[in-house]
């Protein structure tokens, strides 16, 4: 008598168990053999050698099927686990649910909406460094922790890391109550609203009191090397040249890294320039480092947003427009003068 524990934190429990647990007893029947438990997103099978290798065969091949298109029928359910003669089934891809990235709380399932959302998950398993750039409500910051939580799950690292630069946006919080922590959660409450809606509250706390996920300010990575670890710098257009330097020569064996950023929001003093325009520019050619450009098209929130971005661009143009045309206007009274 041996056991084995399958591991089902790649797919949603609630989809594959069934309501009522209506598929796992489908499951429980076709091998009457085994002794089957299910204890969370695990699943449990105790009996011969033989009998748990045939049974765990057919469930990966339920787990590779959920993967892909995130929802399983009763009936093919029983078709995958297949008939008592073991003919194989073909499990085949649904291209239309093949953008799942990771299912969270109560079957929440979250996906990439937007072609540059998908094509951000799509370089992920290409490349160790993508650059995310693009305006508000595009999505970035959201499918960069869905793409880390997923990695995480599926144990291709060991921990995550979220950071962003403690740069006020315009307000002050240097006269909040609170110890050092509370007055920097503000800006890091992005970061943990993401996470809020992919890992069930429990198991967040366990991975973020023992380090495995941690959020921190950009200033804390000082020093660090970061091996095994999925790294995201959000807000990265609020890094000066010498901190995303730093963040990314902070990189370590067996990791990967995701920079989000805004180049329209830029909130650092005007003495300070950002470092991202820059990084994005000299390492645009280096192989292993991918650029995904956000724009309007992928805006998920609400439908007016797509409208005020595009309100903004059009004034700026008309604002650079203007300027360049003062400028002209300058230099030709400047001419003038000279010649006189």
């Known amino acids: 008598m041996t056991e084995t524990i399958i591991n089902l934190e790649t797919v949603n429990p609630i989809e594959f168990f069934g309501v009522n647990n209506s598929k796992f007893d489908i499951l429980k029947k076709k091998f009457p053999l085994l002794k089957i438990l299910s204890r969370g997103s695990q699943i449990k099978l105790s009996g011969q050698p033989g009998d748990i290798a045939n049974a765990e065969g057919r469930i990966q091949q339920l787990i590779k099927y959920l993967e892909r298109n995130g929802h399983l029928s009763e ?31 109560n079957g929440k399932v979250i996906r990439a909406k937007t072609q540059n959302q998908k094509l951000m998950a799509n370089v992920s398993e290409k490349n160790d460094i993508i650059f995310a750039v693009g305006p508000a409500g595009t999505g970035k910051t959201y499918t960069a922790v869905a793409l880390a939580v997923r990695a995480l799950k599926n144990k291709a690292v060991r921990k995550i890391i979220l950071t962003r630069p403690a740069v006020e946006a315009g307000e002050s919080l240097g006269f909040l109550p609170g110890d050092l922590k509370e007055k920097i959660d503000p800006y890091l409450r992005p970061l943990y609203d993401a996470l809020d809606d992919m890992i ?30 999925f790294i995201i710098l959000d807000e990265a257009q609020n890094a000066t040249d010498l901190q995303l330097k730093m963040f990314l020569t902070r990189i370590g064996a067996s990791a990967k890294a995701i920079i989000t950023g805004d180049l329209t929001q830029i909130d650092l003093p005007k003495n300070q320039r950002s470092g991202l325009l820059k990084a994005t520019r000299i390492l645009r050619d280096i192989e292993g480092i991918a650029h995904i450009q956000l724009d309007e098209a992928d805006v998920v929130r609400h439908r007016l947003v797509k409208h005020i971005i595009r309100a903004y661009d059009k004034e700026q143009e008309r604002e650079e427009a203007k300027g360049e045309a003062n400028r002209e206007q300058f230099s030709k009274l400047n001419n003038k003068e000279k010649e006189s």
């Not at 069930?200 to 495995?212: A, C, G, Q, V």
Request: proline share 5%; charged share 25%.
């Open 200 to 229: 069930p509250s429990d198991k967040l706390n366990y991975y973020m009191t023992n380090r495995i996920i941690e959020i921190a300010p950009l200033a804390y990575m000082r020093g660090r090397t970061l091996d095994n670890s």
């Open 75 to 105: 009936g093919y359910f029983a078709e995958i686990l297949g008939d008592d003669d073991g003919a194989e089934v073909s499990v085949t891809e649904n291209e239309n649910n093949n953008d799942i990235l990771v299912f969270g709380p």
